[in-house]
């Protein structure tokens, strides 16, 4: 499976800022998130909790305990006034009664707000009515000392005082238990947030990461694969592919990339196939020539082949030309040239050697069967009949040289001086026919 196979078609050719707003959103996503999440949390389930708490804290619990002082106070105005009769104890006392008055109003009103049982408040009321219709009782005697009936009031008044202070302490601690257990809840709900933040935190680190992956998926290792694309390319890797789908910049980068190689390696290829093949017949040009020769000898003589060589020029050329002029002339040449390429094996090499001169290099091909190779080009090339100027018809013949390399007998350089004194000699003895060189001997060569 190639690459582009394993990319969905939904996200190839997505565009960069599509990528990129992908990759922030994964980075920031779960950051909104639980910052949303978190804030719900904490404000439904700690802060109004713990405002509630210290809502009951200033509503119920500071009348309860101011309530609770101020009887402190009470009980010893009316002790005292029941000692030494003094009218200051009466004022204290009036101003006592008021302030209790007013919290015991305050406690019933914020207790009924939040719901709670207000029986003990109602019954703190009464108790409270009593306890003052009594020390009205007290306070109204004229007595300086402590008599046996002020002594009955009063220890029915400290009876009632106390009975007062526990029902307030009773408030208070229903008070107290149901903050506390607010309390409790809310402090569970910051243990659960402190978890929670730590996940949010870990999934904000793998989200962000991925964020990360995503960038890097689709622009750096894109830009990456563009880079060595380039890279591979100038190191002579002509045939590479740079494989980029997201995101769609970059991708119609790499698509332009792989087009622009495509022209190069054609050009290439046009420059390459010019720089060794001849213009007029496409056979190969001379310079080829000398190269593949070289490189058949040396084969030849590498493994105790044989390689052969002909020689073939056109009959009369120059008669040909003067008589149907250069263009014809031409014509000719690039006829011979293709009854050479429709008579050979695809291993042997014709090449153009100049003029209306060929050559044809035969790899591992005796004397024998070279023989008849070029006799059948020289039949071949006899019986075409070619156009010159469209109406007019033409034919030419060719004389063709042979000469054979077995092993390491000759060098390139003497079997082209071979073929070329055959052709000479089939020049020589009528044209239109073939001859066979002779085996050059060794001081030959090496004169
Ligand atoms: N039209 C054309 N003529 C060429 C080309 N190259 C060489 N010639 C001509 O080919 C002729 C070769 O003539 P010669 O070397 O005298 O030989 P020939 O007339 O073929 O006679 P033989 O080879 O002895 O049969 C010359 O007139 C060259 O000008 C070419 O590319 N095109």
């Given at each position: 499976?190639?690459?582009?196979?394993?990319?969905?078609?939904?996200?190839?050719?997505?565009?960069?800022?599509?990528?990129?707003?992908?990759?922030?959103?994964?980075?920031?996503?779960?950051?909104?998130?639980?910052?949303?999440?978190?804030?719900?949390?904490?404000?439904?389930?700690?802060?109004?909790?713990?405002?509630?708490v210290a809502s009951k804290q200033r509503h119920i619990l500071q009348p309860v305990q101011s309530i609770q002082m101020s009887l402190w106070d009470v009980s010893e105005s009316v002790v005292d006034f029941a000692i030494d009769g003094e009218d200051r104890h009466k004022i204290a006392y009036q101003q006592q009664v008021h302030q209790i008055d007013d919290n015991l109003e305050k406690l019933s009103v914020a207790m009924?707000?939040?719901?709670?049982?207000?029986?003990?408040?109602?019954?703190?009321?009464?108790?409270?009515?009593?306890?003052?219709?009594?020390?009205?009782?007290?306070?109204s005697g004229e007595s300086i000392r402590v008599n046996a009936i002020v002594g009955e009031d009063i220890e029915e008044f400290e009876l009632l005082i106390n009975r007062l202070a526990h029902q307030l302490g009773t408030v208070h601690d229903i008070v107290r238990i149901r903050n506390e257990k607010t309390h409790q809840q809310a402090l569970a709900s910051l243990t659960l947030s402190e978890y929670l933040a730590g996940a949010g935190l870990v999934i904000s680190i793998i989200c962000s990461l991925l964020g990360v992956v995503v960038i890097n998926r689709s622009l750096v290792s894109s830009m990456d694969q563009l880079a060595s694309g380039s890279m591979r390319f100038s190191d002579g890797d002509?045939?590479?592919?740079?494989?980029?789908?997201?995101?769609?910049?970059?991708?119609?980068?790499?698509?332009?990339?792989?087009?622009?190689?495509?022209?190069?390696?054609?050009?290439?290829?046009?420059?390459?196939?010019?720089?060794?093949?001849?213009?007029?017949?496409?056979?190969?040009?001379?310079?080829?020539?000398?190269?593949?020769?070289?490189?058949?000898v040396r084969r030849a003589e590498r493994y105790g082949k044989s390689v052969s060589l002909i020689i073939g020029d056109i009959d009369h050329f120059k008669t040909f030309n003067d008589s149907y002029?250069?263009?014809?002339?031409?014509?000719?040449?690039?006829?011979?040239?293709?009854t050479l390429s429709e008579n050979l094996r695809e291993a042997d090499k014709a090449c153009r050697f100049g003029g209306e001169?060929?050559?044809?290099?035969?790899?591992?091909?005796?004397?024998?069967?070279?023989?008849?190779?070029?006799?059948?080009?020289?039949?071949?090339?006899?019986?075409?009949?070619?156009?010159?100027?469209?109406?007019?018809?033409?034919?030419?013949?060719i004389s063709l040289g042979v000469a054979t390399s077995a092993g390491n007998s000759d060098t390139p350089e003497t079997l082209l001086k071979r073929a070329d004194l055959a052709l000479y000699k089939a020049k020589e003895h009528g044209r239109n026919r073939v001859?066979?060189?002779?085996?050059?001997?060794q001081d030959e060569r090496t004169s």
């Open positions: 499976m190639s690459t582009i196979d394993k990319i969905p078609a939904f996200w190839r050719r997505r565009s960069l800022r599509f990528w990129l707003a992908t990759g922030m959103l994964m980075s920031l996503a779960p950051i909104f998130t639980f910052a949303l999440t978190g804030y719900f949390l904490y404000h439904g389930t700690i802060i109004q909790p713990l405002v509630e009924e707000d939040q719901e709670f049982d207000i029986s003990n408040i109602n019954e703190a009321q009464d108790e409270w009515r009593e306890l003052v219709t009594l020390s009205n009782t007290i306070l002509r045939e590479h592919q740079v494989e980029v789908h997201i995101p769609r910049e970059l991708a119609n980068v790499a698509d332009a990339f792989n087009q622009m190689m495509k022209q190069i390696r054609e050009q290439e290829d046009t420059l390459e196939r010019m720089a060794i093949t001849d213009g007029l017949t496409g056979l190969y040009n001379r310079r080829e020539f000398d190269r593949l020769l070289g490189e058949e002029g250069h263009q014809a002339g031409d014509e000719a040449i690039r006829s011979v040239g293709q001169e060929f050559v044809i290099i035969l790899p591992e091909c005796d004397a024998e069967a070279a023989r008849q190779v070029a006799e059948r080009v020289r039949n071949a090339v006899e019986a075409r009949i070619f156009h010159i100027d469209g109406e007019r018809t033409a034919q030419v013949t001859k066979t060189g002779r085996l050059i001997h």
